[in-house]
């Protein structure tokens, strides 16, 4: 996560000359820093360059980033009124430039690496559009949620159904598989998300596969191609060690969690049916190579060597982290983890 970023000396030289939207929205500068991050560190699949905010702009927001100070969302969202007025998003229209990064991406990076697509989960996409930016403590989120229940269920479900056509989008691009980010979702307690984010991200989930189906249905001889169109789908949140048996029931393919718990438990939890991704703390890069090594090594051997675990950072890498301590962590796990 974030495999391209402020971390690498090139993204650093391309952020000087240009915006983090223009980088975004031209297909050929997204697609070099997505090919250059994943050749140069040796991993096993590559991530889009994107944002999982491009999204509110077609949705009728403003969206800057402010030096230092991260994203802000600019546009009115406080009642149903203001909910019903957002429009239907049509990503190969409004969300193009993503759609043709994917196909540069895929036609540029080794065939042997796979490309990821991903978007904002439709809980944290809200949060972001109701606080306008970051938030510690999600007052206008929760107030919004808490206070007019219909209203959210229905800013919900726009964001659901504009995010699984973006997803289905990427997928047509050539995205060979795609991660949901839930970043801010662990701010809620279990009940809250079985009541107010469940259903809604099992709608999403359902939406893709619906989507993946009617390919196949169109197809000459469906039955041929039916195992191609079954795209893995991750779903990713934050401080979810409460809410894992809950993510499960989404329906997503891959669950990825964040150092806060052992690998081991969680995917205890989740079910050894589903896949896992995880989960090093992405500031155990900051520490010594053997450091590193070493708790790569743990987490490997928490997965105990099922079939599924995708070893993974429990949150994004972080600016300044030494690239030579990125590239030494990949190389530990294709040691330990026997490739």
Not at 62 to 90: H, M
Not at 109 to 117: A, S
Not at 176 to 187: E, H, K, L, Y
């Amino acid at each position: 996560m974030r495999q391209a970023g402020r971390y690498m000396k090139e993204y650093r030289a391309l952020r000087a000359k240009h915006s983090f939207l223009t980088l975004c929205k031209n297909t050929d500068l997204a697609a070099e820093i997505t090919v250059h991050a994943a050749h140069t560190l040796g991993v096993d699949a590559a991530i889009i360059f994107a944002d999982i905010l491009l999204i509110v702009e077609p949705l009728g927001f403003k969206l800057e980033y402010s030096k230092g100070e991260g994203p802000v969302i600019c546009g009115k969202l406080r009642d149903a009124k203001d909910v019903a007025r957002l429009r239907e998003v049509n990503p190969e229209e409004s969300l193009g430039y993503v759609l043709a990064a994917i196909r540069k991406t895929r036609a540029s990076l080794k065939p042997n690496i796979p490309l990821i697509g991903f978007c904002g989960a439709p809980f944290t996409v809200a949060a972001y559009i109701l606080e306008g930016g970051s938030s510690r403590n999600f007052i206008a989120t929760k107030t919004f949620m808490y206070r007019q229940p219909r209203a959210w269920h229905s800013l919900m479900k726009k964001i659901s159904r504009a995010s699984a056509n973006y997803l289905a989008a990427q997928i047509a691009a050539g995205a060979q598989a795609v991660q949901i980010f839930d970043s801010w979702v662990g701010c809620l307690s279990p009940r809250d998300y079985e009541t107010f984010v469940q259903p809604h991200n099992k709608s999403l989930i359902a939406s893709i596969r619906s989507y993946e189906r009617k390919q196949v249905e169109n197809l000459p001889n469906p039955l041929a191609y039916a195992r191609s169109y079954n795209t893995p789908i991750i779903y990713f949140g934050t401080d979810t060690a409460t809410l894992l048996p809950l993510i499960r029931d989404t329906g997503a393919d891959v669950i990825g969690v964040d150092w806060r718990i052992r690998l081991g438990d969680a995917w205890k939890t989740i079910g050894y049916d589903r896949a896992i991704q995880g989960n090093l703390d992405p500031l155990v890069l900051f520490a010594d190579r053997k450091l590193i090594r070493q708790r790569a090594k743990k987490i490997l051997q928490q997965a105990a060597g099922r079939r599924g675990h995708i070893f993974n950072l429990g949150h994004g890498i972080l600016p300044k982290t030494p690239v030579d301590n990125v590239r030494a962590l990949v190389d530990a796990v294709h040691q330990f983890g026997g490739k």
